[in-house]
């Protein structure tokens, strides 16, 4: 599986962005996404996932102003980020395993994009 992000930029905050995540290669609606963020000096975090049959994980940092979907016949997901903060600039990348979301191995990733909110 091939995995393309899209969608970051500069945005102020209080503002909003979707990010996008294009899936090539696999049976895409069997695997588990992930939405992932590594902001400079931190560890990469969790964000939000969703497997097969299960409902949508959110952490609780994001939850109330991010939303993952999910289409399967685009082979895409999606990340809307709403209210955006200061503290949410990082580097967003998307992932996909065959496994449970909560497994924390990933197996595929993709190049990720950044986003900057200014203050």
């Known amino acids: 599986v091939q995995l393309q992000a899209s969608g970051g930029g500069l945005v102020q905050a209080g503002g909003s962005l979707r990010l996008s995540c294009l899936a090539s290669?696999?049976?895409?609606?069997?695997?588990?996404m992930g939405w992932f963020r590594q902001a400079p000096g931190k560890e990469r975090e969790l964000l939000s996932a969703?497997?097969?049959?299960?409902?949508?994980y959110c952490t609780d940092s994001v939850r109330g102003r991010f939303t993952f979907s999910r289409n399967n016949a685009k082979r895409t997901v999606y990340l809307q980020m709403n209210n955006l903060k200061s503290e949410d600039t990082a580097v967003y990348f998307c992932?996909?395993?065959?496994?449970?979301?909560?497994?924390?191995?990933?197996?595929?990733w993709g190049p990720g994009t950044l986003v900057t909110v200014s203050s």
């Open positions: 992932a996909a395993q065959l496994g449970d979301f909560r497994n924390p191995q990933y197996n595929y």
């Open positions: 290669g696999g049976t895409f609606s069997s695997y588990a």
């Open positions: 969703h497997s097969p049959g299960y409902t949508t």
